[in-house]
């Protein structure tokens, strides 16, 4: 088992590497392959979920080799509950990505699913990486291929974009670098031994000044990714021109890398620096959330609008972090696990009438119900899932999030809340231009509902997402350890051992004081201080 | 009947098998089947589930389960430090109030299940499968928001009846006023939602749970904020405001009008008897803690008889047979909420029970007549069809008897127990609520002679020919059954003058108050425990009934009124809107609320949409695109200082050694006698030099 992470990272990389070997004419061999590493990346990763260990608040499945001693660079990777679930999320996603791409790409094959394997491997490696240097590295990695993917498959405007893309994520890239070698010198300055362990500065002192530059330069390169207003505007053009496959990719991970820098590095790295930032990052939020909102509702692009929403959306994301309380924390995560699911399924779901339409003008479309009865159907769901409908998964992160951010500043909670009146306004015109009316272009009257292959690339998002709607408490109880750890370092005043499993029955003192306590349903601790079984309940824990 | 959760799941299992395989599959037969057995087992459970809580033994007066854990506990803080948690189960609960709703949804859900198997008989095969999937799936949120134990477990009924009225509202998809107005209804509610979610968080930081009972209790243990405004009051404005969304009440009423462009038996479910009388239960379900902020409560009940009297009057112009019954709902509505703000609780509660009967009632005939007349829907177009359908016009005359409050019918009751305790409470209220039944008695009573009296016109007269005959059993049944209801469910609320017991009012009693009684009873204020006066003190028995005759009155006077106007002389009325032209232009136009609203709030949110959008692409992209032309004209400057200076002085350097070897060049002659010369004439120089300079 000490290989496994390694195994989950390279698997991709070792299917690109078998491509290059295939002749570029057997499109279908190159299809073939690409899409069977695709799931069998998934089928290694898919353990992880079973055998992590929800009670260790430890990094797990950590391997450690030197990598370049003389600078004290380490190929050291584990995961936690955040990792956990953002590993799986990309190889889950990655494999639709694939999946997806099966008709819709017909150039340069063999290229294609090269840059997708090996996007897939820089992404894993980033959450897994737990050297900050190999982090940086693996950061880098991602932005190549995904340059590719939007510059050679993209539609009209994608040399553009691209670059845009590139240049500017690049830009981030670089002052995060300088943050990061900030750390690593005044780590040795102050410890006189050279290291990028991550581990090792989440529980370092690092001098306030330090980290206070520390922190600017680190929310630059992770404020660019999130994307955080006023940063966003790479994203518009990235996902319009990038290829299906790409937006998916996009809108599911590769956002997730700047919001994951925050919880990996910024908060238990720099909690000083963070606790100062807070307030100025936090405006930032609310306009992104508000302002992402009201910009979508403008959007004649079905794409644009939802990467509009998607800036509203991660700013939401983001603020739950600055709650700075395990509640708002673990809504944050659970949240850019829904919002992978929402958003990359509505990214898919664009994907399949361009793929038959070749436009993304959403006055192109109307009346869609009528042919695509399906496909109205699975978007319906995930539209619901993205504006936070209760009983769908989009709604507990947005609650948790809500929730803790209203216990640490209650005006940024009523704003924040807005967003979900203006995202119904939004998804809804939406749905209702594209869906509702009666089919008044010609060219949509014969459009194919959705086949065998789009159906299954869709099945998986829907049972995720009525999943953690209704019964979140597996993915919930993943991260609980994890959001401890942030905590001790952020907020220390919720204790060493905030999550609790158990705790003390209300007496009938407490119930006298605080008549509610009378209806809490805390489980008594035994002596062992685990939960006591509770006759008659049976509730498998 | 252990398992409560088993109610609500029985119209999912319904509405997935009707969604998942009916659509491609069922007949229609089949489809309509499938879900009138979903709906009437749920019925039957919730029977077992009342009988079993009304045996409970004496004292006891809820049955709780949780299910499983819904959010695990996780520390967050509370106001009172960071020891709180936070979890939420999947806890269902069933007291009096839930029982009460609970035989409403289900009840008159199967009756109007039923109902539509022949008012949607004329609908493609898939469409009817649709229909009753979202029927069905709409029943399941409903008492999934009627049994939640907690506000997070009502809040997904909640939104979740606002989705299915969404997609019913837009059943038919392909008519733009019909996905507008789907559109419009949950986006209003989604505003009411952002305040009732801000009022579940804050519920949360103040008393640590999220549990109804829970939350009653610590409330009855807080002092009543009737001096100063304080946390149980900005509670309660926030949950109200929530309720005005769902429950179509100033300001957030503008939806329900538009809603009826569903099909009919939806507005009957929905936008009747069930679905928008959730904002009156929710605040039904937090009496105690509404009886703690007396200010609201009296914002409550002012907004809530404004709203009834605002939409009693626009009802008195509406051509269109379901726009009437819409606004009397939102009237009706007004109502329940004028009684709430009170402190009758149980009174709007007997409303809404009262009200889900005959306005039901009312819609479904009103469907019969529609469904006769082929989808005509303005009654200037009919007229004369009490003979041709008999059955529609009796069970109809009966729901505008009894909404109209003649005795004994269920109204009656219901209303008059409301106006009782407005008299007590606030006599403005009181004359305003009154005045709004008149006009109830006034228009509904339009609504009947423009409708079945009078010679035939347009659609009743084209035709003529083809005589509109009565509906079929299947909904003429659910029509007399409904009937049935709204003549005797005013009996289990006989108040005290009239020698009752007020049946329901002890029965929902245990709802409405809190179990411990913390503060003493001095402190407490109007809270429920005050509706012991209503039954009970015979000193007011008295009062009652002159009351009770002065409301009787009222109800034949609007009767009489829309008899003489629309019966007797009927160019009347059109005499009266010309002399009233501006009073009546400003109601046929709803008193430009929607006007007003589009010119404000949805054009100003789409004009500040399309210029963010702008400005979005013109400054902050702008700047981006700054930044890089900038770079781009940085590289240029630098490319041409690099090609004429840096590389020119390399170049001059080069040239200058260049140019300057061929100076020198000369002086490499080879020849020996030459550099001796030189030599000679430098070391001369030297000297010289050496010898003047010192």
Not at chain 2, 22 to 49: E, P, W, Y
Not at chain 2, 275 to 298: C, E, I, K, W
Request: hydrophobic content about 55%; overall charge neutral; aromatic content about 12%.
């Amino acid at each position: 088992m000490s290989h496994y992470l390694s195994l989950i990272l390279f698997t991709p990389l070792v299917g690109a590497g078998l491509l290059l070997f295939v002749n570029r004419r057997h499109e279908s061999v190159i299809r073939w392959i690409a899409n069977a590493v695709a799931l069998a990346g998934f089928a290694v990763s898919l353990p992880l979920w079973f055998i992590y260990d929800r009670t260790s608040p430890a990094y797990q499945f950590t391997e450690r080799l030197p990598w370049i001693p003389s600078i004290g660079a380490e190929y050291f990777v584990g995961i936690d509950g955040f990792s956990l679930l953002l590993v799986l999320l990309t190889t889950l996603m990655g494999l639709l990505a694939m999946v997806s791409s099966w008709t819709a790409i017909r150039e340069r094959v063999k290229e294609y699913y090269i840059c997708l394997l090996v996007l897939q491997a820089g992404m894993l490696g980033a959450f897994m990486a737990l050297d900050f240097l190999l982090f940086f590295v693996f950061w880098e990695v991602m932005l190549v291929p995904m340059y590719f993917l939007i510059g050679v498959w993209g539609s009209a405007n994608r040399l553009y974009s691209a670059i845009k893309f590139f240049i500017y994520t690049l830009v981030g890239s670089v002052i995060l670098l300088l943050g990061i070698l900030a750390l690593y010198f005044s780590y040795r300055a102050q410890t006189g031994v050279y290291s990028f362990d991550i581990t090792a500065y989440q529980q370092f002192g690092f001098d306030p000044a330090v980290q206070w530059w520390a922190f600017l330069a680190l929310f630059i390169g992770f404020a660019i990714k999130v994307p955080l207003f006023p940063f966003h505007t790479w994203l518009p053009d990235a996902h319009t021109d990038a290829p299906t496959a790409g937006s998916v990719i996009l809108a599911a991970v590769l956002l997730k890398m700047g919001t994951y820098g925050f919880i990996r590095f910024s908060l238990p790295i720099l909690p000083d620096a963070t606790h100062q930032f807070v307030p100025y990052v936090a405006v930032l939020c609310l306009v992104g959330v508000v302002y992402g909102a009201l910009v979508a509702m403008a959007q004649q692009d079905w794409k644009r609008l939802i990467a509009y929403s998607s800036v509203s959306h991660m700013a939401m994301v983001m603020l739950g972090l600055l709650a700075l309380n395990p509640v708002g924390i673990t809504g944050s995560i659970l949240q850019q696990i829904n919002h992978g699911i929402s958003t990359g399924a509505l990214f898919l779901l664009v994907g399949v009438v361009y793929e038959r339409r070749h436009t993304r003008e959403i006055a192109e479309y109307g009346g869609l119900s009528a042919v695509m009865p399906v496909y109205a159907t699975v978007f319906l769901v995930m539209t619901m899932s993205s504006i936070g409908l209760p009983a769908l998964n989009g709604f507990i992160g947005e609650f948790l999030i809500l929730q803790g951010v209203f216990v640490a500043h209650k005006v940024w909670a009523a704003v924040a809340a807005s967003g979900i009146v203006l995202g119904a306004a939004y998804m809804l015109s939406l749905y209702q231009r594209t869906m509702f009316g009666t089919v008044t272009n010609p060219k949509n009257d014969g459009l194919a509902d959705l086949g065998g292959r789009e159906l299954l690339t869709f099945a998986p998002l829907i049972v995720l997402a009525v999943w953690i709607g209704l019964y979140p408490k597996p993915f919930l109880d993943r991260l609980a350890t994890s959001v401890d750890r942030v905590i001790a370092r952020v907020s220390p005043e919720y204790g060493p051992h905030a999550m609790v499993e158990c705790g003390a029955a209300p007496t009938a003192e407490t119930a006298k004081t605080n008549p509610a306590a009378a209806f809490l349903t805390a489980v008594p601790c035994g002596p062992d201080g685990k939960p006591l079984p509770q006759p008659g309940t049976g509730a498998p824990r | 009947m252990d398992s409560l959760w088993l109610i609500p799941l029985l119209p999912a299992l319904g509405a997935a098998v009707n969604g998942l395989v009916g659509i491609r599959l069922f007949a229609k037969r089949t489809a309509g089947a499938v879900a009138v057995a979903a709906m009437a087992a749920a019925f039957g459970l919730s029977v077992l589930a009342f009988v079993r809580l009304l045996q409970l033994p004496a004292g006891v007066h809820e049955i709780n389960q949780v299910l499983v854990d819904w959010l695990p506990a996780m520390p967050l803080a509370t106001h009172d430090g960071p020891s709180g948690i936070l979890a939420v189960p999947w806890g269902f609960r069933l007291d009096p109030l839930s029982a009460v709703m609970l035989l409403v949804v289900t009840g008159i859900g199967t009756i109007i299940h039923v109902y539509s198997t022949a008012y949607m008989a004329h609908e493609p095969r898939g469409g009817v499968a649709r229909f009753f999937c979202y029927l069905n799936l709409f029943c399941f949120f409903m008492l999934t928001l009627v049994l939640g134990n907690n506000f997070l477990v009502m809040f997904v009924g909640w939104e979740g009846v606002g989705l299915c009225s969404y997609l019913l509202i837009g059943y038919w998809y392909g008519k733009t006023p019909a996905s507008d107005a789907g559109r419009k209804a949950f986006v209003t509610n989604r505003i009411g939602d952002w305040a009732f979610l801000l009022g579940v968080f804050l519920i949360f930081f103040t008393f640590g749970t999220l549990d109804f009972r829970a939350v009653q209790e610590a409330a009855a243990a807080m002092p009543v904020e009737a001096a100063g405004w304080g946390v149980l009051s900005t509670i309660a404005l926030l949950l109200f405001v929530g309720a005005t969304g769902k429950s179509a009440q100033i300001p957030l009423f503008v939806w329900l009008p538009d809603a009826m462009e569903g099909p009919t038996p939806v507005s009957a479910l929905i936008h009747a008897a069930t679905m928008v009388t959730a904002g009156v239960y929710m605040v039904g379900r937090n009496a105690v803690l509404f009886s703690q902020a007396p200010m609201v409560m009296d914002t409550v009940a002012v907004v809530g008889v404004l709203t009834a009297l605002m939409a009693a009057t626009i009802a008195l112009v509406q051509t269109d047979i379901k726009r009437v019954l819409a606004y009397s709902t939102v009237s009706q509505l007004g109502y329940m909420f004028a009684a709430m703000g009170v402190g009758a609780f149980a009174a709007g509660t007997f409303h809404l029970l009262t009200h889900a009967f005959f306005k039901a009632l009312l819609f479904l005939g009103s469907g019969s007549v529609i469904h006769a007349l082929a989808g005509e829907q303005d009654m200037r177009r009919m007229g004369g069809l009490r003979r041709r359908l008999p059955i529609t016009y009796a069970t109809m005359l009966v729901g505008t008897l009894a909404i109209a409050g003649v005795p004994p019918l269920s109204g009656f009751f219901s209303k008059d127990e409301i106006l009782f305790r407005a008299f007590l409470e606030n006599r403005i209220v009181w004359a305003l609520a009154a005045l709004t039944a008149l006009l109830t008695a006034f228009y509904m009573f339009r609504l009947m002679a423009m409708t079945f009296f009078g010679g035939g016109r347009g659609a009743t007269a084209d035709a003529g020919s083809g005589r509109p005959g009565e509906s079929p059993a299947a909904m003429t049944g659910p029509l007399i059954a409904l009937a049935a209801g709204a003549v005797l469910a005013g009996f289990i609320g006989i108040p005290g003058a009239l020698g009752g017991g007020n049946a329901i009012e002890h029965f929902l009693e245990p709802s409405f108050s809190a179990s411990l009684p913390v503060v003493p009873p001095a402190a407490a204020g109007p809270d429920a425990s005050a509706g012991h006066a209503a039954g009970g003190a015979p000193a007011s028995d008295g009062l009652a009934l002159g009351l009770m005759l002065f409301s009787v009155a009222v109800a034949g006077l609007g009767i009489a009124g829309a008899y003489r106007v629309y019966v007797q002389r009927p160019g009347l009325a059109a005499v009266l809107a010309e002399r009233f032209a501006a009073p009546h232009r400003l109601l046929t136009h709803q008193y430009y609320v929607d006007a007003l609203y589009d010119a404000t709030v949805v054009n100003g949110t789409r004009a500040t949409g399309r210029a963010l959008a702008a400005v979005d692409r013109r400054v902050v992209d702008g700047t981006v695109a700054g930044a890089s032309r900038l770079t781009v004209l940085g590289a240029w400057v630098a490319s041409l200082t690099d090609r004429t200076l840096v590389d020119g002085l390399v170049n001059l350097l080069g040239w200058v050694s260049q140019e300057g070897s061929f100076g020198f060049r000369r002086l490499q002659t080879g020849l020996v006698q030459n550099y001796a010369l030189l030599m000679l004439v430098g070391i001369v120089l030297f000297v010289g030099v050496y010898l003047v300079v010192r």
